[in-house]
């Protein structure tokens, strides 16, 4: 396991290497092209030292950007975290080089892959509450959002269905009108569904 | 010059990381990996005697469940995303069920017994369906459990001692009121799927 360690960290650095030679020049103007919305968490009983909270990115700018880190008071420490399914098996890890917001997509954390991790609990997440977190850009700085606490089991990232989806839960297929993963028994996956963050990334509408 | 260098180091991180994805796949596929053909009716490998503490605290066996139909999911309450979806899945089959719903125990055994105390796992699925039962145990008990039904639990980070993550095998068992096994749903099963299997079988 050191090995495979060893090479992460190497392409790691690599993958660093490259963006920073490939920065553009940066337009002062872009920043606000950058928006955080519909932040919201999952209630969490009060023993819970653990949480996980979702937050749609939407990037109406001419550049690439990425989050690469979030903040709360809530929390000790907060990671960005994604699920990934290895043959039949459930991965939670850490996303150590940030979660790309490409220019003119939208990226929905949602259950069941990326999300924002809360550890070391300093408040109960209750239903009704809310919270501050600040989100990270790279080239975007910081933004603050509320995020709500729903439902222990709330599934879906818009409750009222009053924003404009673009028709975008049907992409990757992953969410069922009433909010359940998609999928069934195993004899109908004729897909792949290794990755359980496959459809996250949507195309926006051009603007 | 930089450049060519850095797209050097580039090349060879690509190389790199499709080694360590052959090493990672090779060193990972656990035990899950031979169920994921498809339904495996009435495999008698699967399922069994287990002895474990339910979330009320009481010493509960196999034999307890007897009787009913079990919907059966191995997770951790450290887990904020994918187990509260499955739990939220089993209160949707529940519901679609009706009054049907009292032929199925929906169970949640933790992968996780050292921070998984029988407080910890009431709260956990308390906040979920009064009709889960939550299960916990020695850690021998876990590992006993896990070995009976092919179930797979293993620290991810053990040096983090208070935050380590837990990876699990991601699989509902439904298991026939005698105890044996009758289907198992991958992650991401419908709830309308899984109360129409559950149906076929009242
Ligand atoms: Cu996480």
Redesign the pocket.
Known sequence: MNFVKMIAVSALAGVAMMSSLHTPAFAAGETSQLTAEDAWARSRPASAK?G?AYVTLINNGKTDDRLIGAQSPVADRT?L?T?EMQDGMMK?MEVKDGIPVPAGQTVALRPGGL?V?FMGLKETMEEGKTFPLTLTFEHAGDKQVTVQVRAAGAMKNMPHGSMNQGGSMNHGGSLNQDGTMGGGTMPHMGTDKGHMGQGEMQKQHSN | MNKVFAYAVALLVIVGLTIAALVFTGVLSGPGQKSRSGIIAGAPQIGGPFELVNHKGETVTDKDFQGKMMLVFFGYTF???VCPTEMQTFVQTLDLLGEDADQVTPVFITVDPERDSVDVVREFVAAFHPAIVGLTGTPEQITQVKKQYRAYGQKANSEDKEYY?VDHTSFTYLMGRDGSLSTVFSYGTTAEEMAKVIREQL
């Open positions: 653990v996980g990671e975290h699920v939670m999300h991790m | 887990c904020p995303d993550l």
